[in-house]
């Protein structure tokens, strides 16, 4: 009898202990890894022939317009590598489908999907129509991630892989995986951003993503904070001179990092620009569990203004704040999505983030009416956001580079083309500079094919994103523009 | 330590971790009520709230119910869910072990997550309206609407419930079941009847703490795991089986996780809360809150 109740009361703390323990490793979308591949939808037909591609050159900004793709040549098309026939590349595309995020997945695949249709009706790259092969995995599950790029490589002979959601952590042993089979990915999406702390240049050699670093994006965070704590000051809703800000983020460590560096950044200001508080939350419960208590302790420890180091933790930040009757300005890394709008409402407004240097849908030049013209027609209930603009841009590149070698696609050379850009404008997002030296003259960023210097700041208010900067990179002057149309001006309305 | 304390933010902290450990022990009740009645520790307990939380949302989109007639189905829903998992799958299982009925429970944690994921999947992060706007400023700090109303349910709602169980012939039926199912049995009890009861009654106490918490963040088909796990903390302080210490354990773990943060130790917050919670088994703190016999009864028979 003793020994039953002893074996019960261990089940029982061992379950217990097993479900504490799932709050650090919960992984809710871990589902059956679908090991079948599908393709989603079906190819267009070649219809017309190839134009003539622009080509890398030094020092020239280089202008990008989809459809120019396809180098002329009298060589024919030819089996040029895995993945590649005479006809048709084969890609593929590991997404989130289940749970909640699969408001990220989603969205970004469709917009994949639509660029891949989109480029079939006008020939497809060189005469070679593309076909998209999805695989749906966990965003947090890394042998799942591994199992899905695995499943594309091995069964779906993909020539390359594009656009996933690429979660530092949990993509590590698919990104190992890519690297040790050179298999290029290809990605202007990215969730929470790669850098060299996190991977060296040897585990990075087949990736490229095109976005902002994290350490010159918070010199740009720190230098908005500034100019919006200043205007705050002038109209006298926070006092004169106290440049305290308290900092939040996910207990992560590229999150903590990127608080970390955001605080250099900050102090760099002066002696008066002080983070008072540094707060962790430790999973996503806990930014709703927890975050009352860590706001009411940054509003205690008298900052007047938030850094959030991520989305999560400003969305519901800033309902906790709001709850709480605490108004100041809170600046966050990418909440540029419907997360924000639809999850937080009034209490985001006035909140800033930015736009991961992916453009933006009221600029007007030829290659956002494309993107705008084809999601109308492929995609037509999307919204115009990180993920859909992020995925255009690696689609933009990959269509660039891959128009650029004509028949002889090869990943190896596609790969030169593609860390090696240099001035090359896609019309939509910043400018892209993916050689090592040419980033904002750090000469030791080698370890990540990054390669924006340039984001604009955005703010939240009724429920819409609104543009409220030109294009900053680290030493820009911040300006407000006057007719960003919001009308909570430089706070809250 | 001391010196590095700040009064008036721990009296905030104090503040907001009284309506968080309400939540905690609005679940944690219905996990001793179920564990009670059935044996089962219900790790589908987070689930079920997240289901009915979604009920609220869809009624709150798509009808005039309004917030008030939206919870009311809402834990109404709540109930019926908690019943149909009984019948449908723990009455089957009455003669099980301990580990097979977790492993059943967590089995229907993810079958409501899968079909909630499916179902609303337009709206698989959704924003939930509260019940009362606007906050409350304190002598101290300030607590929102929303939080005091979740107090004041709890404890509504815990002290309906102890009553229920020491006055009414249901409780004695529940007491009897839970310490001697047979020999309750053989004097009339139905305890089919009585655990299926039970469980309506957690599934409702489970969608009433969805749908007050829920709103302070967002919705999606995991929103309610953390707090589930809490709420078997708090439930575990009473050795799975006393309301009261349910309670008390709820509030308890609320304001301590809560007031840590303002503390020189808010860094090693988590790590504490392992070593509390080990601490609690090894002591065996629930014999302070529930008879010996009943907690034995319920380990051998589940």
């Given amino acids: ?493 | 330590v001391i010196a590095a304390v700040d009064a008036g933010l721990l009296f905030q902290l104090l503040l907001q971790g009284i309506s968080l450990g309400a939540v905690f022990a609005l679940l944690g009740l219905g996990i001793v009520l179920i564990y009670k009645s059935s044996g089962v520790m219900n790790f589908a307990h987070g689930s079920m709230a997240m289901f009915s939380t979604y009920i609220y949302f869809e009624l709150m989109r798509s009808t005039p119910l309004g917030v008030a007639g939206a919870a009311i189905v809402s834990v109404v829903v709540g109930a019926a869910l908690g019943a149909a998992v009984y019948l449908l799958v723990f009455r089957r299982m009455q003669g099980s072990g301990l580990l097979a009925k977790v492993i059943a429970s967590l089995a229907v944690a993810g079958l409501l997550q899968g079909i909630a994921g499916y179902v609303w999947r337009d709206a698989a992060q959704a924003k939930v309206a509260l019940a009362v706007e606007g906050s409350v400023r304190l002598p101290g700090g300030s607590l929102s609407w929303q939080e005091i109303l979740t107090i004041f349910v709890t404890l509504a709602a815990g002290v309906a419930l102890i009553a229920l169980l020491r006055r009414s012939t249901f409780g004695i039926r529940l007491r009897a079941t839970a310490q001697n199912r047979m020999a309750a049995r053989m004097l009339g009890v139905r305890d089919n009847r009585v655990a299926a009861t039970s469980w309506a009654i957690g599934g409702g106490l489970a969608a009433l703490a969805g749908v007050l918490v829920i709103p302070l963040g967002a919705l999606t088909t995991i929103s309610m795991s953390g707090f589930m796990v809490r709420g078997f903390v708090a439930a575990a302080v009473g050795g799975l089986v006393s309301l009261p210490a349910a309670l008390i354990g709820g509030f308890s773990l609320g304001v301590l996780q809560d007031v840590i943060i303002g503390t020189p130790l808010a860094s090693v917050s988590r790590l504490l809360a392992g070593v509390g919670i080990a601490v609690l088994l090894l002591l065996r703190v629930e014999r302070f809150f529930a008879l010996e016999q009943e907690i034995r009864a319920l380990e051998e028979t589940g």
Avoid at chain 1, 109 to 128: E, K, P
Wanted: proline share 4%.
């Fill in chain 1, 1 to 493: 009898m003793t020994g039953s109740r002893g074996l019960h009361r261990l089940i029982a703390a061992l379950a217990i202990a097993a479900a504490l323990g799932s709050c650090a490793l919960f992984q809710p979308e871990r589902l059956a890894v679908r090991t079948q591949v599908s393709e989603t939808m079906p190819g267009v037909a070649v219809t017309q022939a190839p134009g003539v591609a622009p080509t890398p050159t030094s020092g020239a900004r280089v202008v990008f317009q989809p459809g120019s793709a396809g180098r002329a040549g009298s060589k024919a098309n030819y089996a040029s590598d895995d993945g590649v026939t005479a006809g048709e590349i084969r890609i593929g595309t590991v997404q989130p489908f289940d749970g909640p995020a699969a408001a990220l997945g989603r969205p970004l695949y469709n917009t994949t999907q639509a660029y891949v249709n989109w480029i079939n009706s006008r020939g497809g790259i060189n005469g070679r129509r593309v076909r998209l092969f999805l695989q749906t995995a966990c965003i947090n599950c890394e042998k799942e991630n591994r199992i899905a790029v695995k499943a594309l490589v091995e069964e779906k002979k993909v020539f390359a892989i594009v656009n996933t959601y690429m979660n530092t952590y949990a993509f590590g042993a698919a990104l190992k995986y890519l690297n040790d089979k050179k298999v290029p990915l290809i990605q202007g999406w990215s969730g929470v951003g790669a850098d060299r702390a996190v991977w060296g240049a040897g585990q990075t050699a087949w990736n490229v993503y095109y976005t902002m670093r994290n350490e010159v994006a918070v010199h740009v965070y720190a230098a908005w904070l500034d100019k919006v704590m200043r205007s705050w000051m002038s109209a006298g809703r926070i006092p004169q001179g106290d440049f305290s800000a308290g900092t939040v983020s996910l207990d992560v460590p590229q999150d903590n990092r990127r608080a970390a560096e955001f605080e250099k950044a900050w102090k760099r200001y002066g002696t008066d620009h002080r983070v008072t508080r540094k707060e962790r939350v430790a999973a996503e419960e806990e930014s709703v569990t927890r975050m009352d208590s860590v706001v009411s302790a940054i509003q205690r420890s008298g900052a007047q203004a938030v850094f959030s180091a991520s989305n999560i933790t400003m969305v519901f930040g800033m309902q906790a704040a709001s709850r709480q009757s605490w108004h100041v300005p809170w600046v966050a890394k990418s909440a540029w999505g419907r997360a924000a709008t639809d999850n937080c409402g009034a209490a985001c407004n006035g909140g800033y983030t930015d736009n991961n240097g992916w453009g933006w849908p009221g600029v007007n030049t030829p290659q956002m009416r494309q993107y705008k013209d084809v999601m109308a027609r492929y995609y037509p209930d999307s919204t115009d956001d990180a993920q859909t603009l992020g995925g255009w841009i690696g689609m933009m590149a990959f269509e660039y580079g891959a128009g650029g070698l004509g028949a002889d696609l090869k990943r190896g050379p596609l790969m030169d083309i593609l860390t090696n850009l240099q001035s090359f404008d896609t019309g939509i997002g910043a400018v892209i500079d993916t050689r090592d030296t040419a980033r904002l003259g750090e000469r030791d960023a080698a370890a990540d094919h990054l390669g924006m210097g340039q984001f604009m700041m955005l703010q939240i208010c009724d429920n819409r994103f609104w543009r409220v900067t030109d294009w900053m990179g680290r030493g820009s002057k911040p300006r407000m523009l006057s007719n960003s149309g919001s009308r909570c001006g430089w706070g809250y309305p």
